[in-house]
């Protein structure tokens, strides 16, 4: 998903995309703190967010059913109206557990969809709608320290390299790892979680968590040879620490 540009002078370039996020919760834009509930800070309305960064420049947008992941209901049609409305490209996450829900939000239009707890609780699933759905399937990574955590990161769901390998076995596109512990914070990003990652798949990997100046999304870039494709930013767009124009400049090559 990083944005190739082939050069006179050798082998293609590959620029970080970014992936900036909207989290719906009861229907409102929220960021969390460390993926808390009850930590949530509201932005309005998650489609003039989406809009917001449609038209800022993002190819990418990352959005998230909170509802759905914390078993508190969903927010399914408003991310539905979110999705369909936006010229980019949407992964989606939250809640795709079974069938109807993969479905349903296949349904929209997005480009894929983050699967969360099924990779933990229901890996024969998620086996076969890899299989099925190839790379429009990438699995949400997210971790505590290297265990990693289900059902709105309220429960442990084993370990990370254990399950990466599986994944890897099975055929999985994609990983969009988060470490808990930073998202939502502005305390940069985990750059050694990252590397770590990255030496034991081929598979592309999306950073999530902590992002909170231009130069930490240059530490990501810095990362991209190793494979990290791309980067989710929230906390820091919401609270104005830069722009999503600033950060796309500060990441293009
Ligand atoms: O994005 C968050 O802040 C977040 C916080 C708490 C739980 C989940 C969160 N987001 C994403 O939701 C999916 C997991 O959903 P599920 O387990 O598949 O229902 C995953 O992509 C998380 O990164």
Redesign the pocket.
């Known amino acids: 998903m990083s944005t190739p540009s082939s050069t006179p002078y050798g082998p293609s370039v590959h620029t970080l995309e970014l992936l900036p996020?909207v989290?719906v919760r009861d229907g409102q834009a929220v960021r969390?703190v460390h993926?808390e509930s009850g930590s949530e800070t509201s932005y309005g309305d998650p489609l003039e967010a989406a809009l917001n960064w449609q038209r800022a420049g993002a190819r990418w947008l990352h959005l998230?059913d909170?509802d759905?992941?914390?078993g508190t209901g969903d927010n399914r049609d408003r991310i539905a109206e979110v999705a369909r409305a936006m010229d980019i490209e949407v992964e989606l996450?939250?809640?795709?557990?079974d069938d109807a829900s993969l479905a349903a939000a296949l349904a929209t239009g997005c480009r894929r969809v983050?699967?969360?707890?099924?990779a933990l609780e229901t890996p024969e699933w998620v086996a076969k709608v890899i299989a099925e759905h190839g790379d429009r399937i990438a699995v949400?990574l997210?971790v505590r320290g290297t265990t990693l955590r289900?059902?709105?990161?309220t429960r442990d769901g084993g370990d990370l390299y254990e399950t990466l390998a599986r994944l890897d076995s099975e055929g999985c596109a994609r990983y969009?790892v988060?470490d808990i512990n930073k998202?939502?914070t502005l305390k940069g990003p985990n750059l050694e979680l990252l590397r770590n990652v990255c030496s034991v798949t081929d598979r592309p990997v999306i950073a999530?968590g902590g992002v909170s100046s231009l130069d930490d999304l240059r530490a990501i870039a810095t990362l991209v040879p190793e494979g990290v494709e791309g980067a989710i930013v929230g906390k820091a767009l919401y609270a104005e620490a830069f722009t999503l124009e600033e950060a796309l400049e500060a990441v293009s090559s």
Do not use: H, P
């Open positions: 996020a989290d969390l993926g998230v909170l759905a992941a914390f996450s939250g809640g795709i557990r983050n699967l969360g707890t099924a949400g997210d289900g059902r709105g990161w969009v988060t998202d939502g999530s």
